[in-house]
């Protein structure tokens, strides 16, 4: 028998490996492990009140943590059945494109990159190209800036609170932002120069479905309230609180069962499973940028989802300086958070963090605190998709020494930019075999 | 001075804290020449594993046998240790529930197949090794990291963080959370070092850095239950990152 194992997995975020066997009858076991830590922070949130819950939640992952905060709020004012204003929408909105910009940048320029480049890794990369380096971490500088300005700390916002904002960013702030979102300009379209001057590793070809959050205007991350799967031409709408029977996840003990899977699919989530469910909604820039970049979306190819993180990075940046200058242009008012008066409910909400889909459901009871919480996250949803393609790997590869097998492998779970520290509380782990 | 020999490693936690070291953009490349990046699996695939360190950063709690084999692995290679973020100085939110219901919680969350897993209560690193150095905050502060670095470049440490997050406040003349009687600010008894960051914004502190040595926890939770905040609730939000609050009953 033959046996790859790759551990541990480097340049991902959090504790992961991969483990390929081949018996004489082909393929018997694929998978990606997670040796990631328990946290168990569902339990630490029951019993607490609305304003607890949010940043304790944010602390599942922090290159997420945007997205968790703001999912987390989002659940609990639909739970209160609490209004935001469209003020506050947007600023949620900013702060997840921020997020988004800065959580691209690390993955394609500091994790992936070096593999395009033949570096093993990002300070190795730095001496060799220190341009291209230095333009990645000034996108991600901007990505944090944004999220500075809008929720006060680059990891694990504070001021994102139940209702709205604590405080609004100031005009000094905004005009700073502002500029630096000028040099972001020029630099996203570097990027996207960088990105479609790289080679096309092969790894694997193989068709996959994709879902992503939908109902929301433009190519939002924070707004929608759908959850929307698409298989070939098929697409199927899941309203949020119906969002168990997509994401389907089955905890089996001891085995590699615990997948999420639609019908015994698994599907992918992410930059490039966005571009293709939306593909009918994307704006002529966001065409253009793919045009550029030469990738189409749905693509059998999995590392098209890097270029995919380049074609929303650049279109982040875009919409983020729009949206600055109207705001400056037009003004913001200095409006009060809305009273949130805890009432016994449930609230379901989606948003699209920067690897896919992210659910948190909470059930409050009449005091309010927090009786249960279910949070899905889009690494726990993207292992199944990352093992489908790992087999693809092993079945299309033509007798190659296995370290480019090995090789291929990495590509592939590298380009999923797995966040293990969001995926440990929903998947199996490796020990549990 | 030769570069010292660094590794940055993750036990349990959300790696907020190698995202802050990552997010140091601007002095990222000098720091990379400063110092001799010999092992960060985050950031790179060619890695010594086994070698000496002049410098250890650990970020993230002991929450199972592997985070432990790791940790002391790393001890036994490096010179100096630093934990850094509330996860490996005080255990952090996953060291929030008391530790007698880890089993419970286990089942609750995964079901039976829970209990086979690698998995204890979290655990600061001062509980398995010499800690040199702690470094607290959910996250760390970018200026803290950099102050701490520029002390290790110089082979030494920088002088111990004894003031509470209500001093910082204080100093940027915020408007007082507390005397407000609204909230439970935790500003009072927390390690400062965060320049007052929350309540900065108008958001009570929630004692993210975990509990000061000298802090005044009677007198604090007697202030707060003056403006009628109920103790247990208090004492929930002070155990959230993990401190070491004592817990409902002990006061």
């Given amino acids: 028998m033959r046996v790859i194992r790759v551990e541990p997995l480097a340049r991902v975020e959090g504790h992961g490996g991969i483990t390929v066997e081949l018996d004489e009858g082909g393929l018997s076991r694929v998978e990606f492990d997670i040796f990631e830590g328990i946290r168990l922070l569902e339990t630490v949130v029951r019993g607490r009140s609305a304003e607890d819950v949010s940043p304790i939640v944010s602390r599942i992952c922090a290159i997420c943590s945007a997205a968790h905060a703001l999912t987390s709020l989002k659940a609990t004012e639909a739970a209160f059945g609490v209004q935001v204003s469209p003020q506050t929408v947007l600023l949620r909105e900013l702060l997840l494109r921020g997020e988004n910009i800065q959580s691209h940048a690390l993955h394609f320029f500091c994790l992936a990159l070096p593999d395009y480049l033949g570096a093993p890794g990002v300070i190795a990369l730095a001496a060799e190209r220190p341009r291209e380096v230095q333009l990645g971490l000034r996108l991600k500088k901007l990505g944090n800036l944004i999220q500075e300005t809008v929720g006060g700390r680059a990891v694990h916002p504070v001021n994102a609170v139940p209702g709205g904002f604590a405080r609004l960013p100031g005009v000094e702030q905004l005009v700073g932002l502002r500029r630096a979102l000028e040099q972001g300009l020029r630099d996203a379209e570097a990027a996207v120069e960088l990105a479609a001057s790289l080679p096309s590793p092969a790894a694997c070809r193989a068709e996959t479905a994709y879902a992503a959050a939908g109902g929301g205007p433009d190519y939002s991350y924070y707004g929608g309230d759908e959850a929307i799967l698409l298989e070939g031409d098929q697409r199927r709408v899941f309203p949020a609180w119906d969002y168990r029977r997509l994401t389907n996840e089955r905890s089996a003990p001891h085995s590699h069962a615990r997948h999420s899977a639609f019908n015994g699919r698994a599907f992918m989530l992410g930059a490039l499973a966005r571009l293709a469910v939306r593909k009918d909604q994307l704006s002529p820039r966001v065409r253009r940028l793919m045009e550029s970049l030469g990738l189409e979306a749905p693509s059998p190819d999995p590392l098209d989802n890097n270029k995919a993180q380049i074609v929303e990075l650049a279109e982040d940046v875009a919409w983020a300086a729009e949206t600055v200058d109207r705001l400056l242009d037009q003004g913001w008012r200095e409006e009060p958070r809305v009273e949130v008066r805890p009432a016994a409910g449930r609230g379901v909400a989606l948003t699209e963090a920067p690897r896919g889909l992210l659910v948190h459901s909470y059930v409050y009871d009449e005091q309010g605190r927090l009786l249960k919480a279910d949070v899905v996250t889009p690494t726990a949803i993207n292992t199944a998709s990352i093992e489908e393609r790992f087999r693809a790997a092993v079945e299309q590869a033509g007798g190659e020494e296995p370290a480019e097998l090995t090789r291929r492998l990495e590509l592939i779970a590298r380009a999923y930019d797995p966040c293990l520290s969001c995926s440990v509380h929903v998947v199996r782990r490796a020990d549990a075999r | ?251």
């Fill in chain 2, 1 to 251: 001075m030769s570069r010292p020999r660094l590794g940055v490693f993750g036990l349990t936690g959300c790696a907020g804290d190698q995202l802050v070291l990552l997010n140091c953009e601007d002095e990222l490349p000098e720091l990379a020449c400063l110092t001799e990046v010999r092992d960060f699996l985050m950031a790179s695939s060619a890695n010594d594993a086994c070698g000496e360190l002049d410098v250890a950063l650990v970020e993230g709690a002991v929450a199972g046998r592997r985070d432990e084999e790791r940790l002391r692995a790393i001890r036994r290679r490096s010179k100096t240790l630093v934990a850094i973020g509330s996860c490996a100085v005080w255990g952090g939110v996953s060291a929030a529930e008391t530790p007698d219901r880890h089993a419970d919680r286990l089942a609750e969350v995964y079901g039976p197949a829970g209990l086979c897993y690698d998995s204890a209560p979290a655990r600061p690193l001062r509980e398995l090794v010499r800690v040199d150095w702690s470094l607290p905050g959910c996250p760390i502060e970018k200026h803290e990291l950099l102050e701490l670095m520029a002390h290790l470049l110089e082979g030494n440490l920088p002088p111990p963080a004894d003031r509470p997050v209500c001093a910082e406040c204080r100093m940027a003349e915020n408007d007082c959370l507390l005397a407000r009687g609204a909230a439970v600010c935790c500003g009072p008894l927390t390690v400062g070092g965060c320049r007052a960051r929350c309540p900065e914004m108008g958001v009570p502190c929630i004692g993210c850095r975990g509990l000061l040595e000298d802090a005044n926890l009677p007198g604090a939770l007697e202030v707060f239950e003056r403006s009628g905040l109920p103790r247990q609730a208090v004492l929930a939000k002070i155990r959230t990152f993990g401190a070491g609050a004592p817990a409902g009953g002990a006061l």
